[in-house]
């Protein structure tokens, strides 16, 4: 009896708050008359905050169709007991925040994720911690949301038996910020995005890609860090994408890359450092792309350009201690090099303007053998290979011969400050 | 001492030795003649064991020596042309030697003898032709080997120090040493030699005294002597 | 054989040529290292000069020392010691000294400069032992050359041929027949060419320890398990042979040599 009035009067208060326009807080906890998730929810209103207080808390499936806010204390954890979903916000403006999932469902028919989304606007979801899930966060229809500070881990090592850390399907103007994202198949995966802000995330030991995005218009993607992901980062079939200042660090891999640009038109690629990948830029199809203010250090070939790509535009980069710096399959080339910095350059400045006054090509000829048999790869960095590149460079017959930096950069651009 | 039996040695084509077959029983010093290239330092260098023969043992003492090298510790050997390391001294050149041959001999007799003191504690490269032929000299008679083996020992020394040689060859002699030596050098054959050998395309054409030589060829004198031994050699040929 | 080998060294050690070599490796490791401060690109740079340049230089001062010594040689196989001790004992004579002019011209200005502190400690130190290796290899090659040819001026000849052979135009050979062939499987062709030339070998092991090894999978399976496995022994093994046979050869040879 005493119990049933307890909770009669929170409802009062509740509908009291509700009403006036303030939210009232629901406390769950061990102790508290509120014991559960599914509880509390129900007992919520539009406008309501639950507040979660230390303790693990069964949670499946729970489908938040009003527009609350989850929060969690310090050590408040969601246990979705391996089914299925754990949270699925269905309606707008949504929070959860501060909370930690375990347990979230696995399915090779379903995509069962830790915090689900679906044709919702206005989320906000931050500083959570996901364990293990299939997917971390995914996200359908749903716009103008914020996901910020969250980590998902993972430690998964095959494609087929796990999903994406933040996961996107035609979604618009999100804000991906902060996010730690690892051991998963792909970091952050984006298809159909609109209008996106990917910003400052860390996206580490991938199996597959730290990022991974396909026909997303207009997005920008700034400040994140790529490392040691299975294959590196692949963008394809996107137009209008800004990509600034990230990190592509050491994607290792026969079969690898820093970042993968496939039928990519009208993008801008700046102040971004590539280093020690495979390949640092793999260019397939792509066009009208400003490369600028790069930093390309330590990978097998900085740049590998495959057929169809037009009207790119590098200048101001810095290509350093590459193996290979640019690659080509074709004699054709279509597009510009001006003013970078190739570590590689032997030529002087007798003027003293800083640009050397011999043209330098950065394709070489043993980069152009290597791409008709790759099996000659063997004798990088023998002296019979430094002796015909010297020749080629001498006097180009297989190399296409309008491809020269006519304005190579005598000193470091980016200055590389760690 | 030594028994050398059916030696066959070629280069390529060349035949040197063809079945050189002779035994130096007695001590003292046997002269090894012969023109050039009749094999003189083809058979000093098969008893060394620097040439090895096609065919044909070498004895040295009566044990077979052949692949052998413990046996030429009882063998001194002053070879035609003298050349060390660049890099040493003399004085570290003969302790080398010394070290190698497992000797605490005391050369400093010698070293006097052949004046070569002021030049102990320098490089061999800066030596000249004669004293590093000097310094050879001293490596060769400073063990005390029951055989010695000289090939051309005169080669560019000074009058006082062919005098000193000589001496140390008698001494060495009155000591019961046997000694081989190839010269082209008569006198010093006359004076010293207790035997010859002499060699002529590659086989012994004769072993004995100076006197018997004399005597088989009818001359006056071993210059003579040798003289016409070649000069029936060469009718031979033309018969 | 330790005495010879001593008395040898001891000439070498003290011989100019020694310090020019030995000064050539430590203004090259002082320089390089002043020009840029990345110790790993340092080590990349160096590989080229010392897969090069070591085995050009165990050539020359094999057959030079050799022919040069032949009088002393003499003097030596005079005495009561086993000729099989002299010759092996002048070899590692040879290659001893070449081996430490490298190991202390690079050593040095490396371990000045904090080698020992960075990660790049094994990667140096693979690429000191390559070196040597090769020092070894080629100062056997050119001591068989040597013992082979009486003529100096052949001898010589020979001895730049064979390195030029190993080190430039065997590579020619390879890259061409290569790309000629390009339609067939190579992969096990590549492997085998690679391991008959012991240049090719020791760059092939610096680069699989500079991390190269991904671009070097690149092509195939086979290349990836062999460069991201048992690539590392089986070449280390192979150095080994190059090593252990040419000294083999020599020494048979000297044996029934005339002197």
């Known amino acids: 009896m005493i119990s049933l009035g307890k909770t009669g009067f929170i409802v009062l208060v509740l509908s009291l708050t509700a009403v006036s326009g303030w939210g009232k807080t629901i406390f769950v906890c061990e102790g508290c008359p509120v014991q559960t998730i599914n509880q509390a929810y129900d007992l919520a209103q539009p406008g309501d905050t639950v507040l979660v207080k230390s303790g693990t808390y069964a949670c499946v499936n729970l489908e938040l169709k009003k527009p609350i806010t989850v929060l969690g204390e310090q050590g408040a954890i969601l246990d979705g007991q391996s089914e299925g979903y754990i949270l699925k916000i269905l309606a707008d403006n949504v929070t959860i925040s501060g909370l930690k999932f375990i347990n979230a469902g696995r399915s090779y028919t379903k995509d069962f994720a830790a915090i689900y989304s679906s044709r919702a606007n206005n989320f906000v979801i931050t500083n959570n911690t996901i364990i293990d899930p299939f997917f971390g966060i995914l996200l359908e229809k749903s716009h103008k949301?914020?996901?910020?500070?969250?980590?998902?881990?993972?430690?998964?090592?095959?494609?087929?038996?796990?999903?994406?850390?933040?996961?996107?399907?035609?979604?618009?103007?999100?804000?991906?910020?902060?996010?730690?994202?690892?051991?998963?198949?792909?970091?952050?995966?984006?298809?159909?995005?609109?209008?996106?802000?990917?910003?400052?995330?860390?996206?580490?030991?991938?199996?597959?890609?730290?990022?991974?995005?396909?026909?997303?218009?207009?997005?920008?993607?700034?400040?994140?860090?790529?490392?040691?992901?299975?294959?590196?980062?692949?963008?394809?079939?996107?137009?209008?994408?800004?990509?600034?200042?990230?990190?592509?660090?050491?994607?290792?891999?026969?079969?690898?890359?820093?970042?993968?640009?496939?039928?990519?038109?009208?993008?801008?690629?700046?102040?971004?450092?590539?280093?020690q990948n495979t390949v640092g830029i793999f260019l397939e199809g792509s066009t009208r792309i400003n490369y600028r203010k790069n930093r390309f250090e330590r990978n097998g070939w900085a740049i590998k350009v495959s057929g169809g790509c037009y009207t790119n535009i590098f200048s101001q980069n810095d290509f350093v201690s590459n193996s290979f710096d640019v690659s080509y399959n074709s004699k054709m080339n279509d597009n510009k090099f001006e003013g970078n910095y190739w570590s590689s350059y032997s030529g002087y400045d007798l003027d003293k303007d800083n640009i050397g006054d011999v043209p330098y090509r950065p394709v070489k000829l043993f980069s152009y053998v290597v791409n008709r048999t790759p099996e000659t790869i063997i004798l990088l960095r023998s002296l019979f290979v430094d002796i015909i590149n010297f020749s080629e460079r001498v006097s180009p017959v297989f190399t296409p011969d309008n491809l020269v930096d006519n304005a190579p950069a005598m000193k470091s651009i980016t200055n590389d400050s760690n | 001492m030594i028994r050398i039996e059916n030696l066959h040695k070629g280069f390529g084509k060349l035949k040197v030795l063809d079945g050189v077959d002779f035994e130096i029983g007695s001590q003292g010093v046997v002269a090894v003649l012969g023109p050039n290239g009749s094999g003189k330092t083809t058979i000093l260098k098969t008893i060394l064991g620097m040439v090895i023969p096609q065919e044909g043992q070498v004895y040295v003492k009566g044990d077979p020596v052949l692949g052998e090298y413990t046996y030429r510790d009882q063998i001194a050997y002053l070879p035609q042309i003298a050349r060390f390391p660049d890099n040493l001294s003399v004085r570290e050149l003969i302790a080398m030697i010394k070290n190698i041959r497992g000797s605490s001999r005391d050369e400093s007799e010698l070293v006097d003898r052949f004046g070569l003191r002021p030049s102990l504690n320098k490089k061999l490269s800066s030596l000249s032709g004669g004293t590093k032929q000097k310094v050879n000299i001293v490596l060769t008679f400073m063990f005390d080997c029951p055989l010695l083996i000289l090939d051309e020992p005169t080669a560019g020394l000074d009058p006082v120090s062919l005098i000193s040689l000589k001496e140390l060859i008698v001494e060495e002699r009155e000591k019961g040493k046997t000694l081989l030596i190839t010269t082209h050098i008569m006198n010093l054959v006359e004076e010293l030699a207790d035997q010859i050998i002499f060699l002529l395309e590659g086989k012994i054409y004769f072993q004995g005294t100076v006197k018997e030589l004399e005597e088989k060829t009818g001359q006056p004198d071993l210059e003579h002597a040798i003289a016409q031994i070649f000069k029936n050699d060469v009718e031979d040929t033309k018969i | 054989m330790w005495k010879i080998l001593k008395y040898s060294f001891a000439d070498l050690v003290r011989s100019r040529w020694s310090y020019v070599y030995l000064a050539f490796y430590l203004i090259l490791g002082f320089s390089l290292l002043f020009l840029n401060n990345d110790l790993s690109k340092t080590v990349i740079t160096l590989m080229n000069i010392v897969v090069v340049l070591t085995p050009m230089i165990g050539t020359i001062f094999g057959i030079m020392y050799f022919y040069s010594a032949r009088e002393f040689t003499e003097l030596l196989l005079a005495q009561p010691i086993k000729r099989r001790n002299i010759f092996l004992g002048q070899y590692l004579g040879i290659?001893?000294?070449?081996?430490?002019?490298?190991?202390?011209?690079?050593?040095?200005?490396?371990?000045?400069?904090?080698?020992?502190?960075?990660?790049?400690?094994?990667?140096?130190?693979?690429?000191?032992?390559?070196?040597?290796?090769?020092?070894?290899?080629?100062?056997?090659?050119?001591?068989?050359?040597?013992?082979?040819?009486?003529?100096k001026v052949k001898g010589f000849g020979y001895a730049i041929l064979l390195w030029l052979v190993l080190a430039v135009i065997y590579d020619g050979i390879f890259l061409i027949s290569l790309v000629l062939f390009d339609d067939y499987p190579l992969d096990r062709f590549t492997l085998a060419a690679t391991m008959f030339n012991p240049i090719d070998l020791s760059r092939i092991l610096v680069l699989l320890k500079l991390d190269i090894s991904a671009l070097l999978g690149y092509t195939g399976a086979l290349f990836q398990n062999f460069f991201q496995g048992s690539g590392v022994f089986i070449s280390l093994g192979m150095l080994v042979l190059w090593t252990v046979v040419p000294v083999k050869l020599l020494l048979r040879k000297a044996i029934r040599k005339d002197f």
């Open chain 3, 95 to 151: 290659a001893l000294s070449l081996s430490l002019s490298l190991v202390l011209g690079l050593g040095i200005p490396f371990l000045i400069y904090g080698i020992a502190q960075s990660s790049e400690i094994w990667d140096f130190g693979f690429l000191l032992l390559v070196g040597t290796f090769l020092t070894f290899i080629f100062t056997a090659l050119s001591v068989n050359i040597s013992l082979r040819n009486e003529n």
């Open chain 1, 145 to 275: 949301g914020l996901v910020e500070n969250n980590t998902v881990l993972s430690d998964r090592v095959r494609e087929d038996d796990s999903g994406n850390g933040i996961h996107g399907w035609h979604c618009s103007k999100l804000r991906i910020k902060n996010n730690e994202l690892s051991g998963l198949r792909d970091g952050i995966y984006l298809e159909f995005v609109e209008e996106s802000v990917i910003q400052n995330n860390n996206s580490h030991g991938n199996i597959r890609y730290g990022l991974h995005f396909m026909f997303s218009n207009h997005d920008d993607y700034i400040e994140n860090t790529f490392r040691d992901n299975g294959a590196g980062v692949a963008v394809m079939f996107s137009k209008f994408i800004q990509m600034r200042r990230n990190h592509f660090v050491q994607n290792w891999g026969t079969a690898s890359y820093g970042l993968l640009l496939k039928e990519i038109y009208d993008a801008e690629v700046e102040e971004n450092k590539f280093q």
